[in-house]
Structure formats: C-alpha cells, structure tokens
C-alpha cells in the first residue's frame, strides 16, 4: 500500500528566506503528484499538479519537482512572506488511472515577519 | 460562484445520533470524495463517487454512508456506528479522466457532546 510521508511536519523561517519542503512516496508507479495548501480550519487549494512525465513545474514563487526513481518530491518556495504560513500537503494517486488520492500528513509552515 | 459548497460549518452529534454532512457542488464535475481530516495527519478517504448512483468504500468508510442521486450532491452520514466521530471532514469533486485536479469545500468540523 502507498506511504507518503512529508518531513518536517513543522518549520519555521524569517521572511524573505528561499526555503524546501519534501515529500516521499513508498511506490514510484504514479502518473502525477500534487502539491496542496490548508490554511487553519479551511479547506484545501490545489497549488501545482505534476504529470510522471515531467521532472518539475512552476506557478509563481513556486516550484515543484518529482523525481519517480526516488519517490520523492520537493517544493520550492522563493522569497516566502507571512502570507504563505499554512499547511502544505502532497497526494498521489491510489493507483494508476484512479482520482482517488493519498495524502501527507503535511508541514505546517511559519513564516515570521 | 462556482464551488463547492460544505455545510454546516460545526455540527455537534449526541451520542446514539446519526447526523448528514451536506456537499454540493456546481462544477458539473462527475466524481466527488469524502475525507476525514484527524488533528496533525493527512487526509483519509471515506467513500468516492465517479458517476451518479454509483459509490464506492475507501478505506475508513465503516460507520459512514453516503448516497449520489443527483451529480451536484453527495451527503455524508455518521452513523452511530462511528465510535469515534470527531474530525474534520472534507468534500471535493473533480472531473474524470486522467491526472484531475480535486477541488475542496471549506470543511464541516464534527464534534461529539
């Protein structure tokens, strides 16, 4: 069964500071990986989507790669501000040609004014 | 707005009660998904729908049921057989096909009296 494990649960960084949050998965067969946003109380936000075929993608200050080999991904923040405090998860697909998703248990970024 | 909306907000359950979580969404999405969210983990699957009338388990979904009549709606109901009902549950709904993006309600955090 998949085991996706997201390390640090928690992190606390100054504003400004580029930082990494990594998530690794136990089985490499997946066709995408998607990285989320909680914040406290809410729902969630999807925040980038990875197809299997693709090494990395970008939306903004964001940054996601995948590396399936390793069962691994990491997301990249750049010059985080006290806006991007929140939960960060990533969910890969149950199996292959399925929607339903495992979820990390997150990490929980602070990021301090 | 298109969305999806979860209500109520809080609920509270006595003990020996049955309540429903409401889910609606106007996406004109196919599949949608119930998740329960426990204090500092990842989300958990309950039940999935794909397609109207149609429903399947994931991987908590003893003490819960849910039912699809209509594509825009799909409640959740905690039965009495929940023993430990306490959570944050979350709804979304995505389209079918490969590599979806699911979309999240905001959450009906439950409580026991």
């Known amino acids: 069964k998949q085991e996706v494990t997201q390390i640090p649960a928690a992190l606390s960084v100054p504003e400004g500071e580029n930082l990494v949050l990594n998530c690794s998965f136990t089985d490499s067969a997946i066709y995408n990986l998607q990285w989320f946003r909680q914040d406290p109380g809410k729902g969630l936000t999807s925040l980038l989507l990875i197809q299997s075929s693709q090494r990395e993608q970008t939306s903004g200050r964001l940054n996601a790669s995948l590396d399936k080999s390793s069962g691994r991904s990491t997301l990249y923040i750049a010059a985080s501000q006290p806006g991007d405090s929140a939960t960060y998860l990533c969910a890969v697909p149950y199996q292959t040609g399925a929607n339903n998703l495992f979820f990390g248990t997150g990490t929980r970024l602070t990021v301090i004014p | 707005d298109g969305g999806i909306t979860q209500s109520p907000k809080y609920l509270f359950r006595k003990e020996g009660q049955n309540v429903t979580l409401s889910c609606e969404q106007n996406l004109n999405h196919d599949a949608m998904y119930w998740y329960r969210q426990d204090p500092g983990q990842g989300l958990r699957l309950i039940y999935y729908s794909q397609i109207v009338n149609d429903f399947q388990k994931g991987d908590i979904a003893e003490g819960y049921s849910v039912s699809r009549e209509k594509k825009e709606s799909f409640p959740l109901t905690v039965t009495s057989a929940q023993k430990n009902p306490t959570a944050f549950y979350l709804c979304?709904?995505?389209?079918?096909?490969?590599?979806?993006?699911?979309?999240f309600g905001a959450g009906t955090r439950l409580s026991v009296l």
């Open positions: 979304a709904s995505s389209p079918t096909g490969s590599s979806p993006i699911q979309y």
